[in-house]
């Protein structure tokens, strides 16, 4: 049973914006840095923002991280359908000393 | 280019041992942490197991501890996953995963492998 907590879909039009929450505690989300991943269909996941807000080189900036307290988000804007994927959000755990993902959204393009 | 590719998944009965590897490339293996994530057919991800440079700092998840042990060879860039007591709960693709830096605790994967396929069963 994961700590951090996901929406298990969202979906929205071609262009269109989408949200991803991912909701912990104090033991993790709030003292932690957060990062994102994206995991197409078949395919290992791939590292979409770390250190809460950052992109590696090559994400694009449609992509893009924010944390709040106990609370992070990702958001997506200029849906593609090439954006259909798991998306999981993940950080360290100082009580249990463990990384924690989150349960995983699917974003369906519509 | 930074690659890591793992090997050693296969079929084993509950109660039975598996040694996964993973080769890693293209960068300073002794200087990065390294990580075993998991994934069950159709579920999420899950975080197997972590270790420093060094070897110094280890970690695991309740799940696996007792019955998982990481380690690390430096002089053949090589990360091991030594898994005993096998259940059916463990069967999943296997990824290895390099964190961004070295620590005493998981930072993020800033690169994966295409994983190993475990599937205990008898």
Redesign the interface.
Known sequence: Q?VLTQPPSVSAAPGQKVTISCSGSSSNIENN?V?W?Q?LPGT????LI??NNKR?SGIPDRFSGSKSGTSATLGITGLQTGDEA?Y?C?T?DSS?????????TKVTVL | EVQLVESGGGLVKPGGSLRLSCAASGFTFSTYSMNWVRQAPGKGLEWVSSISSSSSYIHYADSVKGRFTISRDNAKNSLYLQMNSLRAEDTAVYYCARDPDDGDYVGYFQHWGQGTLVTVSS
């Open positions: 994961s840095y990062s991943y995991q290992a996941p791939k590292l770390y250190d590696p798991d999981y993940g360290w249990l000393s463990a990384y924690v993902f989150g349960t995983g």
